[in-house]
């Protein structure tokens, strides 16, 4: 629910990005793993981590 929120909103904005699908690629699992989250939508821009919908966040990284 969350990660299709993500995804509209970072289109909107004119971002590109990048989408991994835990649900069937295990590289994305064991990344996620590595990050220390085991939970989605994942967020990564300028090596910040934003977990799930957080829209401040991601206009805030977004402006930097």
Do not use: H, W
Request: charged share 35%; proline share 2%; net charge negative.
């Amino acid at each position: 629910m969350f990660c299709s929120k993500v995804k509209e909103y970072l289109s909107r904005k004119g971002v590109i990005f990048t989408e991994r699908d835990v649900a069937g690629d295990e590289a994305a699992i064991d990344e996620l793993k590595k990050m220390g989250v085991m939970t989605t939508p994942v967020t990564v821009i300028d090596g910040e981590m934003v977990i799930g919908f957080d829209m401040k966040k991601l206009e805030q990284l977004l402006n930097k």
